[in-house]
């Protein structure tokens, strides 16, 4: 029986972990999760339990200086959901000074007067002697409620990171039923899929530029899914990396993403895809709006 809950943030820059963090939380992947910076556009929560505590879990856009109104957008996402909450961990890198992203976001820790966690990522990258200088730049700038070094990655000090966030639950009833796992319908979720099997397989500067739409989401009576994707791209230069020489790019991305639908659906899907040029969907209102990258 859940009696307490608390929702929490994860903010930190582009690239440090928070959606790794998300899903090594839930115990499920939820939100994806690539070596790409600005990876995570939508706000995303996530649900999971510890003893009769229901923790929800606010993945966000990381934090950056925004050059597109996508940029704007994911921004504006990213500050807003360190308000009202119930605690917020900004999740940063093991490197002994503080930046302007997360110098800005303890700003607006401070505005919104919420207790903040702070959580080391990637600990299993460096020395554990450098772990203290890290915690000693953060201290001189803020007075953190506490520090959990963590690794995401291999989920070292992960439960530590639960139980400390267990303190910030409130009691009352839980925010999302207990069998739910994200806020993310199933179509959503099969489009970020997409999203990130092409921002793996693709190099330098066309990966920003796609955002992916389903256009058909079908379960048939004999137990497959007909899912028909649409991959915008910015440039036709960039339609034609992805689809790759003979198509063989795209029939590689469209297998992997298969493969990651059929463990979330737990059925066989039949997907189609198509590469769409859009010119600057990025900085169009409009075009926003449709990909769902708008309030
Ligand atoms: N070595 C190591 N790598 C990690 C760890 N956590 C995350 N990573 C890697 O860091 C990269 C970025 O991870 P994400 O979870 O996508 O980072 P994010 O903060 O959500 O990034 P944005 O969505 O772009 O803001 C991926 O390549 C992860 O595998 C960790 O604890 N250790
Ligand atoms: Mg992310």
């Known amino acids: 029986m859940v009696d307490r809950a608390a929702m929490i943030t994860l903010a930190g820059r ?6 790794t963090l998300i899903n090594a939380l839930v115990g499920e992947k939820i939100s994806i999760v690539t070596p790409k910076p600005q990876t995570t556009r939508n706000r995303i929560f996530g649900v999971a339990q510890r003893g009769s505590t229901q923790l929800v879990f606010v993945d966000t856009p990381g934090f950056h200086r925004a050059r597109t109104k996508l940029g704007d957008y994911m921004v504006r996402v990213a500050g807003e959901s360190v308000a009202d909450v119930d605690a917020v961990c900004l999740v940063v890198e093991p490197k002994p000074n503080v930046g302007e992203q997360e110098k800005a976001l303890i700003e607006k820790i401070k505005e919104a007067k919420v207790p903040a966690v702070l959580v080391i990522n990637k600990e299993d990258t460096v020395k554990k002697e450098a772990i ?3 915690i000693a730049a953060y201290s001189q700038v803020f007075n953190f409620d ?7 990655r291999t989920g070292d000090g992960i439960e530590i990171l639960a139980q400390e966030l267990c303190k910030f639950a409130k009691e009352g009833e ?3 039923p207990e ?3 994200t806020d993310q319908p199933e ?3 099969c489009a970020e899929i997409i999203r990130e099997k092409l921002l793996m397989a693709l190099e330098s500067e066309v990966p920003h530029g796609i955002a992916v739409e389903i256009t058909r989401f079908m379960p048939r ?13 910015e440039r036709e230069s960039h339609k034609g990396m992805i689809i790759g020489k003979n198509g063989e790019m795209l029939k590689r991305v469209g297998e992997r993403a298969r493969h990651d639908m059929e463990k979330l659906l737990g059925c066989h ?8 040029v859009s010119k600057n969907w990025r900085d169009s209102g409009a075009n926003l709006k449709t990909l769902g990258y708008s309030e």
């Open 269 to 276: 899907v039949h997907l189609t895809t198509w590469v769409r």
């Open 221 to 233: 009576d004999d137990g497959v899914t007909e899912i028909d994707a649409t991959i915008y791209c």
């Open 174 to 176: 839980q925010l999302f």
């Open 132 to 134: 203290l200088p890290v």
């Open 179 to 181: 069998d739910m796992m």
């Open 14 to 19: 582009p690239n440090v972990g928070k959606s």
């Open 146 to 152: 506490s520090v959990v070094p963590i690794s995401a």
């Open 187 to 189: 179509r959503q979720m």
